[in-house]
């Protein structure tokens, strides 16, 4: 059974960092696409980031030059480093797993976490 | 950026309605467009992807239409537990794109 499980999220101030963690088991992780996807309190879904199986790495432009997207394959792991973090990052932050290895699907999210809370004020 | 909206915004309606949710791109994504629902306090769940094809699992009463800039989510039979919101996403190209959501609520 897919599970994914984050972790990590809590209050945090302006200008700090967080880690979230999203551990997955119950599936063969190295050979799926994974993303975050984020949604602010009473708003809608923003996509956040994705890293491929083989690591590469795409990101909106809202958290570029900001966010780390990382996985751990051996872990059945997937990372977000938050730096830098602002009060419009506030935001319940899902782990979402890709449909199927390859473009398009990999882009279809089809198993979700429960989510994780950040909230960045001062 | 792929710019996605949907219309409504929001919708009221009763249990054994036919609803009908629209998305448009702002510019053409061919069929890479999803379908999710979330309802309050839990996570998305897919749908429909590739514009058409319904996710495994999903009740036959959820349809998928369209291509290019224009999309259609049809519930041809409302029941109670499709009282949610509607997003779509659109996968053509990064960065990847939401609409606004559409609410389903009771008449």
């Known amino acids: 059974e897919v599970q994914l499980l984050e972790s990590g999220g809590g209050l945090v101030q302006p200008g700090g960092s967080l880690r979230l963690s999203c551990a997955a088991p119950g599936f063969t992780f190295e050979n799926y696409a994974m993303s975050w996807v984020r949604q602010a309190p009473g708003k809608g879904l923003e996509w956040v980031s994705i890293?491929?199986?083989?690591?590469?790495?795409q990101y909106a432009n809202s958290v570029k030059g900001r966010f780390i997207i990382s996985r751990d394959n051996s872990k059945n792991t997937l990372f977000l480093q938050m730096n830098s973090l602002r009060a419009d990052d506030t935001a319940v932050y899902y782990c979402?797993?890709?449909?199927?290895?390859?473009?398009?699907?990999?882009?279809?999210?089809?198993?979700w976490g429960q989510g994780v809370l950040v909230t960045v004020s001062s | 950026d792929i710019q996605m909206t949907q219309s409504p915004s929001s919708v009221s309606a009763s249990v054994g309605d036919r609803v009908t949710i629209t998305c448009r791109a702002s510019q053409g994504i061919s069929g890479g467009l999803a379908w999710y629902q979330q309802k309050s306090g839990r996570a998305p769940k897919l749908l429909i992807y590739?514009?058409?094809n319904l996710q495994s699992g999903v009740p036959s009463r959820f349809s998928g239409s369209g291509s290019g800039t224009d999309f259609t989510l049809a519930i041809s039979s409302l029941q109670p537990e499709d009282f949610a919101t509607y997003y779509c996403?659109?996968?053509?190209?990064?960065?990847?794109?939401f609409g606004p959501g559409t609410k389903v609520d009771v008449k």
């Open positions: 590739a514009a058409s």
């Open positions: 996403q659109q996968v053509n190209s990064f960065p990847l794109t």
């Open positions: 890293i491929g199986e083989t690591g590469d790495t």
């Open positions: 979402a797993k890709g449909a199927e290895l390859h473009f398009p699907k990999s882009r279809y999210f089809d198993f």
